[in-house]
């Protein structure tokens, strides 16, 4: 394997090649490395890059949003998907809070302990903010690696995952750390991209064993795939004219934390909130695709007479006009913006 040249060459391109300018580099800031790795976890720079910058508006540092209400993240999250990021973040800012003193450890493996963050995650925020010698291995290094090695076998599978890190921490270099971890975010996000590699811009595309072999597209093997179920359900749009009746979800689970219509056959949710429907009809249905199952939902505009005392702990009445900035899930978000005029946020799911 042709690991020195490997690491030389990708620090080279890097520095002269790669990215420099993203909102959340050239800092050593703990914090703003930290939030832009967990923001970046199965996301997108450029959807990430709107969200980053309104929420260190909003929590600047970390004990700003160590002191925030649960509500107020999960409203500046809603839309960036995978809302169990959101809640993390809220528990590692107050863990990093009291357990640590407002600061961050330099050490990956004590970063490891905090909620939301794993090793490979742990490893770039020390590598970013600290200098720390340590190796990452998120899917794009995975894919990276598996090419340029020629690594057969599904990456996320354990026995294949062992052998990567190996890999990866075989070829940390002694210096430039910083350069060479970007380098490796860089390439498997520029050039050695899932579905159309960019093996000409490639730096290391020399000694790549795919593109030797003309495997390019068959490495690294994908996912074994079983069949997505599908799930329906009823989703009621109590509206008394200036308000929409919403309802927390529980912390764990679908759309966490998150404010929603209430859900159900909608005779019965109505009846147990003692509320009498003027006027009942169903909207078109929206099909939303979640990783692991495809949910068709069923949205029911429900017209009520003004019941304020209807509201609870977990409900809550909502102004037409307020709704583009409540914590809400994305295809409700939409729906909401077509319905009342709001402005929906461009987001992935």
């Not at 407002?102 to 794993?118: M, Q």
């Not at 200036?242 to 056959?265: A, F, M, N, T």
Request: proline share 8%; hydrophobic share 40%.
């Amino acid at each position: 394997m042709y690991t020195a040249a490997f690491t030389r060459h990708l620090i080279d391109w890097q520095k002269q090649s790669g990215r420099h300018d993203l909102p959340w580099q050239n800092t050593r800031d703990a914090y703003r490395v930290w939030l832009s790795e967990i923001m970046l976890q199965q996301t997108q720079v450029t959807t990430v890059i709107p969200y980053y910058q309104r929420f260190l508006a909003r929590f600047p540092d970390v004990a700003a949003l160590a002191a925030a209400p649960a509500d107020d993240v999960l409203a500046h999250w809603a839309g960036l998907g995978y809302y169990a990021r959101a809640r993390n973040l809220h528990r590692c800012a107050q863990a990093i809070v009291t357990v640590h003193g407002g600061k961050f450890p330099n050490s990956p493996a004590l970063l490891a302990e905090l909620p939301g963050i794993g090793r490979s995650t742990a490893a770039a925020i020390a590598a970013f903010a600290y200098g720390t010698r340590a190796a990452i291995l998120d899917g794009n290094v995975k894919r990276v690696l598996c090419r340029q090695f020629a690594i057969e076998g599904f990456p996320g599978s354990a026995a294949v995952e062992r052998q990567l890190w190996a890999l990866a921490e075989s070829l940390l270099p002694e210096c430039d750390i910083e350069a060479y971890t970007q380098g490796l975010m860089d390439l498997g996000a520029t050039c050695c991209t899932r579905s159309k590699p960019d093996c000409t811009a490639c730096p290391v595309a020399a000694d790549c064993r795919a593109r030797q072999q003309q495997r390019q597209h068959e490495l690294p093997w994908p996912k074994p795939r079983a069949a997505q179920p599908e799930r329906s359900a009823f989703f009621l749009l109590i509206d008394d004219g200036q308000q929409l009746l919403l309802e927390r979800r529980p912390p764990s689970g679908l759309w966490g934390g998150l404010l929603v219509p209430p859900e159900g056959d909608p005779a019965a949710v109505l009846a147990g909130l003692g509320l009498q429907a003027e006027e009942c009809r169903n909207l078109p249905a929206i099909r939303h695709v979640f990783t692991h199952f495809k949910l068709q939902l069923t949205p029911v505009w429900c017209r009520v007479r003004p019941t304020p005392g209807v509201a609870e702990d977990s409900r809550v009445w909502i102004a037409h006009r307020a709704l583009a900035n409540a914590g809400v899930p994305t295809p409700f978000r939409k729906l909401f913006a077509e319905r009342y005029g709001q402005p929906a946020a461009d987001t992935p799911d």
